[in-house]
């Protein structure tokens, strides 16, 4: 388990949180968040659900972790190995709960998938939607050096792009 300290918002400080590998009891907990995030699709959410129970099976494929305050769980993050790829890492789901939002959570879940990562990725890919309503997640990604370097229009929807996220953990180079 991980201690997250409290961060400061505003002139509240908020609890600190754990981070800790995901269980198969944070199902009911992950889809509230998840859901309450209010950017995923009815459609979408069973996905992030289905990849939660494989994180919490312990398919290798999927990394997944809890960041939990007071008992609860507050946020979650998870990502694998890009298949056919060599280095290469998916970030495939992260929520924080809505009221704990803007209180570093998101930042500690990105930062230590980062650094259980480092050594073993070269890049790490995320994916998301290019939706006005998402413009604070990928400034929430932009802000924590990933770099847009693509879009495909109307991917997930019309009026709907897919902006690709990539932070390089090595040299392109080497």
Not at 40 to 67: C, K, M, N, Q
Not at 116 to 142: H, K, P, Q
Request: proline share 3%.
């Amino acid at each position: 388990m991980t201690a997250v300290r409290g961060a400061v918002r505003g002139a509240t400080v908020v609890a600190a949180a754990s981070l800790r590998s995901v269980r198969a009891a944070d199902r009911a907990a992950v889809e509230r968040i998840t859901r309450a995030a209010g950017l995923f699709r009815e459609d979408e959410i069973p996905v992030a659900i289905e990849v939660f129970d494989a994180a919490a099976a312990g398919d290798a494929s999927y990394t997944a972790l809890a960041a939990e305050i007071d008992g609860r769980v507050a946020g979650w993050i998870c990502w694998g190995p890009t298949p056919c790829t060599l280095g290469t890492w998916d970030l495939y789901w992260m929520a924080v709960d809505p009221a704990r939002q803007g209180s570093g959570i998101g930042t500690a879940l990105m930062r230590e998938m980062e650094h259980r990562l480092a050594g073993l990725a070269r890049v790490i890919v995320v994916e998301t939607a290019g939706r006005a309503d998402y413009a604070g997640t990928r400034a929430f990604y932009e802000a924590r050096g990933y770099r847009a370097v693509a879009t495909i229009p109307e991917f997930y929807a019309p009026g709907d792009d897919q902006v690709v996220y990539v932070k390089y953990l090595t040299s392109i180079t080497q």
